[in-house]
């Protein structure tokens, strides 16, 4: 009896599983073709990687945290409300890109200015038709963002 009961409950569990494992692939976005990524992709500003990401010598890593301080008013959007996540990703696109282009792994490269967020917000509500972002809109932005981001800690030596 205990063990029908176990039977019947493993069942279930591996039922559910089932079923919650072909929502979520139902619910996968078809991934966009190629050209309409490179399209998409070209809304965003252009960086100048160095061929060899090597240290900055000499350089002093701060985290973004440890700047609160110096975070741009603007930064406030990205912590709370509708498009919260869409800014977030945006912003870490902007600040990886600050601080590669200036070299500068302290607060003053890692605190970027909060007008190329609304920049390319503007671009991305334009590209997408939309009033309102959503981090579906900004996936491809997030995965620029972390490649950017892995190259900013090898130069800095340290996390982001």
């Not at 110096?70 to 945006?90: F, V």
């Not at 309102?132 to 800690?153: G, N, P």
């Amino acid at each position: 009896m205990a063990n029908d009961f176990k039977v019947r409950m493993m069942g279930g569990a591996i039922g559910l599983i089932a079923v919650f494992s072909a929502a979520a692939w139902a619910e996968t976005p078809v991934p966009a073709d190629l050209a309409q990524e490179e399209a998409y992709l070209d809304v965003l500003p252009k960086v100048d990687v160095p061929e060899n990401v090597e240290p900055i010598p000499g350089a002093r890593n701060e985290e973004f945290r440890n700047c609160e301080a110096a975070w741009p008013a603007g930064y406030a959007l990205a912590r709370s409300g509708p498009e919260a996540r869409a800014l977030r990703d945006i912003y870490s696109f902007v600040r990886a890109r600050n601080v590669i282009s200036t070299r500068d792994c302290g607060c003053s490269g890692k605190v970027a200015n909060w007008a190329g967020v609304e920049e390319l917000a503007a671009a991305l509500r334009e590209w997408h038709d939309t009033e309102r972002l959503d981090w579906q809109q900004t996936e491809l932005v997030s995965a620029e963002a972390k490649k950017l981001i892995a190259i900013a800690e090898t130069m800095c030596g340290g996390s982001f």
